[in-house]
């Protein structure tokens, strides 16, 4: 069962530096553009895979967003 709590904050209000970042953010990345290759660690076990390797066997699906 869950609880229903509260929210850490009363609303978000970005400063100057978010503004910027989120600015950038829109710019660098647009649909069809290739993602540049990284390594991650794979949740399921700790192992560090890379973009790269991923892509060579299937397609993959990056998602970026947060989940609060």
């Known amino acids: ?7 850490n904050y009363e609303g978000y209000f ?4 978010e503004e910027e970042d989120f600015s950038r953010f829109q710019q ?5 553009t290739e993602a540049p290759d ?3 660690t794979r ?4 192992k560090q895979v890379k973009l790269s390797d ?3 066997q299937t397609d993959v699906v990056l ?3 947060s989940l609060t």
């Open 28 to 32: 660098t990345l647009n649909v069809g």
């Open 63 to 65: 998602e970026f967003g």
């Open 1 to 7: 069962m869950t609880q229903d709590l509260p929210y």
């Open 14 to 17: 970005p400063g100057e530096k």
């Open 38 to 40: 990284f390594e991650a």
């Open 54 to 56: 991923l892509t060579a």
């Open 43 to 46: 949740l399921e076990d700790g």
